[in-house]
Structures are given as C-alpha cells and as structure tokens.
C-alpha cells in the first residue's frame, strides 16, 4: 500500500509498504477514505522539530471503513463508515469518565499516527471509533470535509471553547486563524457567545472567521492589537481567550486581554511558552487545556451537529490533492496557500 514518510525538513514521500495488520485484540484495520495535514505535521516539515528521517508517522486524522477487527471489538465490524479521531480514549478510565479522553489513563500510547495511507492501524479502538451512518458514498464532498474535520480540527476548536467555558453572551477572542483558530469561531458561536473576536490578517481566513460566525477582527499585534481588542470590551477584557497557537506572542497576548477571572483555553501547541505566572494570579485568570476530548465531543453533540447541517467545519479544506500530491499538500499549508489540506485517498 501506498503510504506517507517523513524524509526530512520540506521532505515529505510516498513508499510502498505492507498493509497494516491487527496487532492487539483492541485493533482495528481501516480502509483511509480521506485524510489530511494538521498545523501540527508543519513543525517537523519546517524544521521546527526534531523528528527523525524514514517516520512514517505522518498525520492522525482520518475517515474510513472498518476493514477487519480484532478479537476484543464489539462496537464496530467491517464495512462501518467510521472517523478515527487522533486519540484514542479507552471511555472507562477516571480521566475519560470525566470527559478527558484526551488524555486517556487506561494507556500511554493515546495518539494515532500513520493515517496518510491507504491503510491505517487504529489502536484502542473499542470505544474511541465514532460510527457514521451509511456509507462513504451517501454524503456529498462537502459532507466528507465536515466529517472528516470531527478527527481533530472541530473537536479542538470545539475542546478549547468549552474548556474556557465559553457561554452565552460571552465576549470571546480567538487567537490563531488557522483551521483550529476557525473551528474555535464555530465552537463560540454554538455555545452562544455574543462577540467573537478574531486576530486574523489574511483576508481569505477572515472572510471564513466572519461566516462563522466572528463579529470583530483586530489584526495588528503586540500593544497596539491589545489596546484594540480592550477597546472592544469597553476597556474590561475578553470573558474568555482560545489560544489556538502555542507561541510565546499569542499566550502573552491571551494574558493581557483577558478579564480578571475569566478561563484561557489553550490547545495551541506549547513551543517556548514559558511566564511568569504572577500576573495571573492577581487578575484570577485560570489557564486550562490540552488534547481535545474528541471521542466525547463527537458522540455528544459535534457528529449530529454536523449531519443536521447545524455546522459547516469543512469549509476549513481550502484545497484537495491526492495521497500522491502529500508533500504539495503540506507545501501549500507551510506557505498559506491553504487553509488546510484536503487529501482524498479512496475514490
């Protein structure tokens, strides 16, 4: 089968390897429908990271069917049309109970990887798997998209909007403009906020924030952004911050505009996030978040929201390619010629 390696810094490539096998008697073998990048894949592409060559731990977002199962699956069987989100919670450890599959404590190994293939090993998969109705034929494209943005990007933006605690009526600002930024847009305003404001300077991503539902946008960075998005709150600071970036800029930023006790939610990436935490503690400003719970969110609310075209997530895929075209697929996310990569590897 055909799958994705990483190489090396710009390097992305197709090898021929053997199909996966069930491994664990919780395992399942996926037939990879559609697939896709995540910011998260650009920081080894960029150098950012130290990964090494030859991985073929390329991306963790994936839609398929249910080719074979191992002996301890019941939940589902082969031919389920099924999103395999990038965690994979074990649904009965404290942590999953409480609605933190993200960070399941039934096992270490909680995060896919391999899904840019043909094939994909789905480890832990008794409860993690969210069944779709039907089949992958019965939904248009669009419909795909938007199922397969369920894997992580909607149910992170979806995880930092209700970490922070987000409610109606709220004063929300995003940071980030990229899918998870987007997402976050979408989680506020389904959660009931009244001002969503964005920190976007790219016109196609703010055209996108506004559709979905953003208010407001402030572009500029630094004091003067900051002095901007207080203005907007009449001076007091945002209710809540979804910090969907992970740099030193953006969580400092996050800090300074939000109100005295309102949450931060973060699902940004942490990369040379370090501060001093007093300024915090005198304004009460909690700080939460980390992995996105997506088992839960789906099978709650996210996957219905979804068929009953209550949200559009998939709008976030900007441009398609083949599994072939994966390393113009991450190209074009490294230079924001798209928002995100949309990669169709089953016809």
């Known amino acids: 089968m055909k799958s994705a390696f990483f190489e090396g810094k710009g390097n992305i490539v197709i090898k021929d390897v053997a199909k996966p096998t069930l491994q664990a008697d919780d395992d399942v073998i996926i037939k990879v429908y559609r697939a896709c990048v995540c910011g998260s894949d650009l920081w080894a592409f960029r150098g950012f990271d130290d990964k090494p060559a030859d991985s073929i731990n390329s991306g963790h977002e994936a839609i398929g069917v249910v080719e074979e199962v191992g002996s301890a699956i019941t939940t589902v069987k082969p031919g389920d049309f099924v999103i395999a989100p990038f965690t994979h919670g074990c649904g009965h450890c404290p942590a999953c109970l409480a609605g933190f599959d993200g960070v399941c404590q039934d096992h270490t190994d909680n995060f896919s990887e391999g899904t840019?293939?043909?094939?994909?090993?789905?480890?832990?998969?008794?409860?993690?798997?969210?069944?779709?109705?039907?089949?992958?034929?019965d939904y248009s494209e669009a419909m795909l998209k938007s199922l397969l943005t369920l894997a992580d990007v909607m149910a992170t933006g979806y995880h930092v909007a209700a970490i922070a605690n987000v409610k109606p009526g709220d004063t929300v600002v995003v940071m980030g403009d990229g899918a998870v930024g987007l997402s976050a847009v979408i989680a506020a305003k389904l959660r009931g906020a009244k001002k969503i404001i964005?920190?976007?300077?790219?016109?196609?991503?703010?055209?996108?924030?506004?559709?979905?539902?953003?208010?407001d946008n402030v572009a500029e960075r630094g004091a003067e952004g900051e002095k901007q998005i207080l203005t907007l709150t009449n001076g007091f600071g945002a209710d809540a911050v979804l910090?969907?970036?992970?740099?030193?800029?953006?969580?400092?930023?996050?800090?300074?505009?939000?109100?005295?006790?309102?949450?931060?939610?973060?699902?940004?990436?942490?990369?040379?996030?370090?501060?001093?935490?007093?300024?915090?503690?005198?304004?009460?400003?909690?700080?939460?978040?980390g992995p996105a719970s997506v088992t839960t969110y789906d099978k709650e609310l996210l996957l219905k929201a979804v068929l009953d075209g209550k949200i559009n997530p998939g709008k976030v895929f900007t441009q398609s390619y083949t599994l072939d075209e994966i390393n113009q697929a991450y190209q074009d996310m490294a230079d924001r010629k798209t928002i995100k990569s949309y990669v169709v590897v089953t016809k």
């Open 243 to 289: 910090e969907c970036v992970g740099s030193r800029a953006s969580n400092q930023t996050a800090l300074n505009v939000a109100r005295p006790g309102a949450i931060i939610g973060r699902v940004g990436l942490p990369h040379d996030a370090k501060f001093d935490l007093t300024m915090p503690f005198y304004k009460n400003i909690s700080l939460a978040g």
């Open 198 to 215: 964005t920190t976007s300077r790219h016109t196609d991503r703010l055209a996108l924030a506004k559709e979905f539902g953003a208010t």
């Open 116 to 137: 840019q293939a043909e094939y994909y090993r789905a480890q832990h998969a008794q409860w993690s798997l969210v069944k779709v109705p039907g089949k992958p034929e």
